[in-house]
């Protein structure tokens, strides 16, 4: 990864963000959680040296899912309602669901990663029949509702900004007449946009709808939401801001590294952009959330997995061989220490990218091309145990789930952080109780932010985000009581200029068009999906960006290409 003025930048952030080490912080809990590094780079390691120990163990199965994050929880629920129950689901971590991974601090829930859905629209038809499965939504005299114990209780947003709370995430207060006729232009161009050609979530219906992109979406590929901003004439401080921190919130980098196709299909594939005044859509800016965030949902996905022992946690894939009558697939049991063996007709890659490309043996031309156009962004999530709400000593908008700090420029947009959630928001019961506050802090624009991420001690991230709050927050250091910090190194694809055009071109396994009929009722016609005779790949990086409705399409429709054929 690049970035302009490193020196300067990495300065800065020492200077003004951490402030030098506070005696303070050593009298926290707290430590590293989550993902095992240790245990990932152990297999880079191997990998790269070509040793491992000789498999001890055979085993068969129709279907070998490698990857238990939402791509391949999806596959395997598919596979299930296709009626193939012959399947083994391996995954690195001890918990699946990926970067929707939960956790508990002082018995508290909250999450590891993504924290939120957006109500879906038709476009992710597939996600709608999961939620439904899930009991989350239903048909009510002919129109489907969702259910509102599940859906983000208000308030929902507010900003810290010009020394007060306010309500939303687009700076308003104090601002001039010239900020809010830019926010209305901006609303007009995405609304503009949206009508000239398609943007939906999944974006894969529209990548593989037609032969490479509209000429719409190859000129907004083509350069940085930076880049075409300038060219519109968006100038505006605050909107730059705004649209910087989204860009980083979904993409994890900001919008001098994402393309405008990414700045724009961030509104216009979803609730589109409001400015003040606008009548936002209760229907379409619904967003379903939970203590866990959306390890609600990927623990209700592998616990059928779990119960029938398809479920094989805490193994490392180290091997994918294809054959012409078959798979092998050589995986690292960390429990026993041993290296198994299974042997299966398909084999459903739901890896990154870049770690798919290093364990696939004589990987595809287009995998590998992948591997190296592909940039990903490092992430930190911070769960910040508190014993007691915190006071409300800043005029302005009530607490909320969404609590962001304006940062404008400098060393406070270098840093990164994206505010946090409060995982006691959903709570019914009004009375004062601890919480946990998770904080997210997205890396992409540092040029050396995954060395960082793995080399600086569990301190120096926990004051950094003590400092980073306190502003807003005077009593925070007060009531905390243990930080836990997971980091996660390749958190997410950055949809980087010219990443939809490669991806909407690379060699596909086209669906037959065969409409399939699902155990549930479900009908669905099969969509093309990154293959070869007997490896299909599902993960949101063939998307280019990691959302919830991309990775769980993805992997959707690789088992039914799987599926297919014996």
Same mark, same amino acid.
């Given at each position: 990864?690049?970035?302009?003025?490193?020196?300067?930048?990495?300065?800065?952030?020492?200077?003004?963000?951490?402030?030098?080490?506070?005696?303070?912080?050593?009298?926290?809990?707290?430590?590293?959680?989550?993902?095992?590094?240790?245990? %990932?780079?152990?297999?880079?390691?191997?990998?790269?040296?070509?040793?491992?120990?000789?498999?001890?163990?055979?085993?068969?199965?129709?279907?070998?899912?490698?990857? &238990?994050?939402?791509?391949?929880?999806?596959?395997?629920?598919?596979?299930? @309602?296709?009626?193939?129950?012959?399947?083994?689901?391996?995954?690195?971590?001890?918990?699946?669901?990926?970067?929707?991974?939960?956790?508990?601090?002082?018995?508290?829930?909250?999450?590891?990663?993504?924290?939120?859905?957006?109500?879906?629209?038709?476009?992710?038809?597939?996600?709608? +029949?999961?939620?439904?499965?899930? &009991?989350?939504?239903?048909?009510?005299?002919?129109?489907?509702?969702?259910?509102?114990?599940?859906?983000?209780?208000?308030?929902?947003?507010?900003?810290?900004?010009?020394?007060?709370?306010?309500?939303?995430?687009?700076?308003?207060?104090?601002?001039?007449?010239?900020?809010?006729?830019?926010?209305?232009?901006?609303?007009?161009?995405?609304?503009?946009?949206?009508?000239?050609?398609?943007?939906?979530?999944?974006?894969?219906?529209?990548?593989?709808?037609?032969?490479?992109?509209?000429?719409?979406?190859?000129?907004?590929?083509?350069?940085?939401?930076?880049?075409?901003?300038?060219?519109?004439?968006?100038?505006?401080?605050?909107?730059?801001?705004?649209?910087?921190?989204?860009?980083?919130?979904?993409?994890?980098?900001?919008?001098?590294?994402?393309?405008?196709?990414?700045?724009? =299909?961030?509104?216009?594939?979803?609730? #589109?952009? =409001?400015?003040?005044?606008?009548?936002?859509?209760?229907?379409?800016?619904?967003?379903?959330?939970?203590?866990? &965030?959306?390890?609600? $949902?990927?623990? /209700?996905?592998?616990?059928?997995? /779990?119960?029938?022992?398809?479920?094989?946690?805490?193994?490392?894939?180290?091997?994918?061989?294809?054959?012409?009558?078959?798979?092998?697939? +050589?995986?690292?049991?960390?429990?026993?220490?041993?290296?198994?063996?299974?042997?299966?007709?398909?084999?459903?890659?739901?890896?990154?990218?870049?770690?798919?490309?290093?364990?696939?043996?004589?990987?595809?031309?287009?995998?590998?091309?992948?591997?190296?156009?592909?940039?990903?962004?490092?992430?930190?999530?911070?769960?910040?145990? $508190?014993?007691?709400?915190?006071?409300?000593?800043?005029?302005?908008?009530?607490?909320?789930?969404?609590?962001?700090?304006?940062? %404008?420029?400098?060393?406070?947009?270098?840093?990164?952080?994206?505010?946090?959630? +409060?995982?006691?928001?959903?709570?019914?019961?009004?009375? *004062?109780?601890?919480?946990?506050?998770?904080?997210?802090?997205? @890396?992409?624009?540092? *040029?050396?932010?995954?060395?960082?991420?793995?080399?600086?001690?569990?301190?120096?991230?926990?004051?950094?985000?003590?400092?980073?709050?306190?502003?807003?927050?005077?009593?925070?250091?007060?009531?905390?009581?243990?930080?836990?910090?997971?980091?996660? %190194?390749?958190?997410?694809?950055?949809?980087?200029?010219?990443?939809?055009?490669?991806?909407?071109?690379?060699?596909?396994?086209?669906?037959? #068009?065969?409409?399939?009929?699902?155990?549930?009722?479900?009908?669905?016609?099969?969509?093309?999906?990154?293959?070869?005779?007997?490896?299909?790949?599902? =993960?949101? +990086?063939?998307?280019?960006?990691?959302?919830?409705?991309?990775?769980?399409?993805?992997?959707? =429709?690789?088992?039914?290409?799987?599926?297919?054929?014996?």
């Amino acid at each position: 990864m690049q970035r302009r003025s490193l020196v300067a930048g990495t300065a800065a952030l020492a200077a003004t963000v951490l402030g030098g080490c506070n005696p303070a912080v050593a009298a926290l809990q707290g430590g590293f959680t989550g993902s095992d590094m240790a245990r %990932g780079h152990g297999l880079r390691q191997s990998l790269a040296e070509g040793r491992w120990p000789v498999p001890t163990t055979l085993h068969r199965a129709k279907v070998v899912i490698a990857g &238990g994050g939402v791509a391949g929880l999806a596959a395997a629920r598919s596979l299930r @309602l296709r009626g193939i129950h012959d399947f083994a689901l391996l995954e690195l971590q001890d918990q699946p669901g990926g970067n929707s991974r939960a956790t508990a601090v002082g018995g508290l829930p909250c999450p590891l990663g993504a924290h939120y859905l957006p109500v879906p629209s038709d476009d992710a038809s597939e996600v709608q +029949d999961v939620l439904e499965e899930l &009991g989350l939504r239903q048909r009510v005299a002919g129109r489907w509702q969702y259910d509102e114990r599940h859906l983000c209780h208000s308030p929902q947003e507010r900003l810290f900004f010009a020394g007060q709370w306010q309500e939303g995430l687009l700076p308003v207060q104090g601002v001039g007449a010239d900020t809010l006729a830019q926010y209305r232009r901006f609303a007009q161009a995405v609304a503009a946009l949206g009508t000239q050609a398609r943007f939906s979530m999944p974006a894969m219906k529209v990548l593989q709808s037609n032969k490479g992109l509209a000429r719409l979406h190859q000129s907004l590929d083509a350069i940085n939401f930076d880049v075409w901003l300038g060219q519109q004439g968006f100038t505006d401080p605050h909107l730059r801001w705004y649209l910087d921190y989204c860009c980083r919130d979904d993409y994890g980098a900001g919008t001098a590294r994402v393309s405008a196709w990414a700045g724009v =299909h961030y509104f216009a594939s979803r609730h #589109g952009f =409001h400015a003040p005044g606008d009548a936002p859509s209760p229907e379409r800016d619904g967003v379903l959330t939970w203590p866990e &965030g959306n390890g609600w $949902i990927t623990q /209700r996905l592998a616990e059928p997995l /779990r119960r029938a022992g398809q479920l094989h946690t805490g193994t490392s894939v180290l091997r994918i061989t294809e054959g012409l009558r078959g798979v092998e697939v +050589d995986a690292f049991d960390h429990a026993t220490q041993t290296v198994q063996r299974w042997q299966a007709a398909h084999c459903i890659v739901a890896l990154p990218v870049f770690v798919a490309a290093r364990v696939v043996q004589q990987p595809p031309a287009f995998l590998q091309q992948a591997a190296q156009r592909l940039q990903w962004a490092p992430w930190l999530v911070a769960n910040i145990h $508190i014993d007691a709400p915190l006071a409300d000593q800043i005029p302005g908008a009530a607490p909320a789930w969404d609590n962001v700090i304006y940062t %404008g420029s400098g060393a406070g947009a270098v840093a990164g952080g994206l505010g946090y959630v +409060d995982a006691g928001h959903q709570r019914l019961d009004p009375r *004062p109780a601890p919480t946990v506050l998770t904080y997210y802090q997205a @890396l992409g624009d540092w *040029p050396d932010g995954r060395a960082q991420l793995a080399q600086q001690p569990w301190a120096h991230w926990a004051e950094a985000i003590v400092q980073a709050l306190s502003g807003a927050h005077p009593d925070l250091r007060a009531r905390t009581t243990r930080i836990d910090i997971a980091r996660h %190194g390749h958190a997410m694809a950055i949809p980087a200029p010219g990443m939809q055009q490669f991806l909407s071109q690379i060699g596909m396994q086209r669906a037959s #068009g065969k409409t399939m009929v699902l155990s549930n009722g479900e009908r669905v016609a099969p969509l093309p999906t990154p293959a070869t005779a007997r490896l299909a790949f599902a =993960h949101a +990086d063939w998307s280019g960006y990691s959302v919830f409705e991309e990775a769980f399409t993805r992997g959707h =429709h690789a088992a039914l290409a799987s599926s297919r054929s014996p």
